[in-house]
Nanobody, 125 residues
Framework: VQLQASGGGLVQAGGSLRLSCAGS????????MGWFRRYPGKEREYVAV????????VYEGSVKGRFTISRDNAKNTVSLQMNSLKLEDTAVYLC???????????????????WGQGTLVTVSS
């Protein structure tokens, strides 16, 4: 099983980035998917999660209205559109898959079984 995140980079505050996560070795529609981020020296925290069929999404308060999580199960991918980026969004972003895609997607780290390697997002002033 592999989750490959891409799309990170350097962007000015107020700009946009789109992260993508491609899954291999698993059928993503059976998994809730999540984007998490990690600040230096800190534990991962959830950013946005989405249920297996995409009918339920949950956003962390600071990104609500700015970020959008989506999935394309036919392509085995999950994306995170990030708009109006702020300096405090600078972090390593990781995608994760948690088995059991139906129902309300969990925001807890331990609910996720597989993790990608992360992609760095740097927002500059």
């Amino acid at each position: 099983v592999q989750l490959q995140a891409s799309g990170g980079g350097l962007v000015q505050a107020g700009g946009s980035l789109r992260l993508s996560c491609a899954g291999s070795g698993l059928t993503l529609d059976k998994y809730a998917m999540g984007w998490f981020r990690r600040y230096p020296g800190k534990e991962r925290e959830y950013v946005a999660v989405i249920s297996g069929r995409g009918e339920v999404t949950v956003y962390e308060g600071s990104v609500k209205g700015r970020f959008t999580i989506s999935r394309d199960n036919a392509k085995n991918t999950v994306s995170l559109q990030m708009n109006s980026l702020k300096l405090e969004d600078t972090a390593v972003y990781l995608c994760a898959a948690g088995f059991g895609g139906s129902g309300y997607p969990s925001t807890r780290l331990r609910a996720y079984d597989y993790w990608g390697q992360g992609t760095l997002v740097t927002v500059s002033s």
